[in-house]
């Protein structure tokens, strides 16, 4: 991944912001869009089913495009892929917003989720590059932060927006980023590597995520998406595994997929979504079945985004203090508690206990990105930073889309609480993945 060049003097914390920002918006988009979807259908006369496309189209292509952006800047630098991710994502924010069909609709949204696949993981490494230590750990805690204060205030602000003016609000307001990367545009890293770009590893590679989000997916969007997604991953994965086997150094390197620690740190995270993405789904709805207006539910969950920016500010500290892995196993544990406080506010009807699922679970997802991100730095090589970080991102996102799919597709057979409650497989799976052993030491 690109550095900054040493005669350079590196951008200060407002530089940070600024990213955190942008971050933010991000995650407002996919967290505000799901309350609005009502009024949305009813304006441009669709059904609630069909709306729902909403939703997943923006999801499918912000999933599949993380891991190419961060190989993509390993090669070309930070600065452009950033600056295309961010056009893209505010061209498609404007095109939805003022869609007057289903399909200029999904162009829209579909632009929004390719572009916006940029922020997260380019904005990780930007601040991970920087060779000043204070500003790498407040950098990574602002982005951190930030985004999951943007995830906490979505619902209110989408609610907001829609009650004081029109969906389409909601919908449009990530066109802000495109003013805030002007902002901080030439202060954005953008040394190149004299590596060459595997195009046909990435095709491949984002073959692979479309069939594996796509197959995640199909639980609520339909037969055909499923059918769609298993083709893909039959044509796609053989010959990902021949092309990576025969191009080492190619899209996906071998210095990062046999690197034992960077994918346990990986695997280490996705306690959160696991938790995080199950509780967004199933705390909405049931509320909703409580009685609750949407506004109402926002103001519900809105608390999480000030928990999980200061959790994330202080992440820093705890991991220089305790080190990543133990920050990674309180992590697991705040998903632990959150999955079980969820299944005991849905099994003996106490609605705003549930919420409070929501705010233990953004306090570990604070505390366990930076700690992720963290030991990734320290296990690869500056070269291939950028694609590690985008798996790693792509993974948290993927195990996210599988817990919020469980949720959708089991709830109705096993209930909400007995569905959270299945999930505590994944964080203990993590706990035994990380937890030190003699032969596997704490880092």
């Known amino acids: 991944m690109s550095s900054p060049q040493a005669t350079s003097a590196e951008p200060g914390i407002s530089f940070a912001i600024v990213l955190g920002l942008m971050a933010g918006f991000c995650s407002l988009l996919s967290a505000g869009a ?9 304006d441009i006369q669709i059904s609630t089913t069909l709306s729902v496309w909403v939703i997943s189209g923006f999801s499918l292509a912000y999933g599949v495009t993380m891991a190419a952006y961060g190989r993509i800047a390993d090669v070309v630098g930070l600065r452009l892929p950033l600056t295309v991710g ?16 289903f399909g200029i609709l999904m162009v829209g949204r579909v632009l929004q989720g390719l572009g916006g696949a940029a922020v997260p993981v380019l904005g990780v490494a930007i601040v991970t590059s920087f060779n000043d230590f204070k500003l790498k750990t407040t950098g990574l805690a602002l982005v951190t932060g930030l985004s999951s204060a943007g995830a906490g205030i979505g619902p209110l602000v989408g609610g907001l927006l829609e009650h004081l003016g029109t969906w389409r609000l909601s919908i ?22 004299p590596a060459r770009f595997d195009l046909i ?3 491949l590679f984002t073959g692979v995520a479309t069939g594996l989000v796509s197959v995640i997916q199909s639980v609520s969007t339909g037969i055909t998406v499923r059918i769609v997604g298993t083709v893909l991953l039959i044509l796609t994965v053989p010959s990902l595994l021949i092309w990576v086997k025969h191009n080492p150094n190619g899209f996906l390197p071998k210095s990062v997929y046999r690197n034992k620690e960077a994918m346990r740190a990986t695997f280490a995270t996705i306690s959160i979504p696991a938790a995080w993405f199950s509780t967004l789904v199933a705390v909405p709805i049931y ?7 949407p506004i109402e539910i926002g103001i519900v969950v809105a608390p999480s985004g000030l928990i999980g920016f200061l959790s994330a500010k202080y992440s820093a500290r705890l991991i220089i203090k305790i080190g990543a892995n133990r ?6 544990f705040c998903s632990i508690t959150a999955l079980l406080i969820a299944f005991y506010g849905s099994h003996y009807a106490h609605p705003y206990v549930m919420a409070v699922s929501i705010y233990m679970v953004t306090l570990g997802f604070g505390l366990a990105q930076p ?6 730095n320290q ?20 195990m996210g889309s599988i817990a919020a799919a469980i949720i959708g597709g089991f709830s109705d057979v096993l209930g909400i609480d007995y569905t959270l409650l299945s999930l505590l497989i994944v964080p203990i799976f993590v706990l035994g993945l990380i937890w030190p052993t003699k032969n596997r030491p704490r880092w």
């Open 34 to 42: 799901a309350v609005v979807l009502p009024n949305m259908a009813a």
């Open 86 to 101: 961010t056009i893209v994502m505010s061209l498609g924010a404007l095109i939805a917003a003022f869609a007057s069909n």
């Open 172 to 193: 449009g307001i990530t066109a802000c980023n495109a003013i805030l990367l002007a902002i901080i545009w030439r202060q954005v890293p953008h040394k190149k590597s």
């Open 201 to 203: 590893g990435s095709l």
């Open 287 to 293: 509320l909703h079945s409580q009685g609750l207006q």
């Open 327 to 332: 920050t990674l196993i309180i992590a697991a």
């Open 371 to 376: 700690s992720m991100v963290t030991r990734i």
């Open 379 to 398: 296990v690869v090589s500056e070269d291939v930073r950028g694609i590690a970080l985008g798996i790693a991102i792509m993974t948290i996102f993927v």
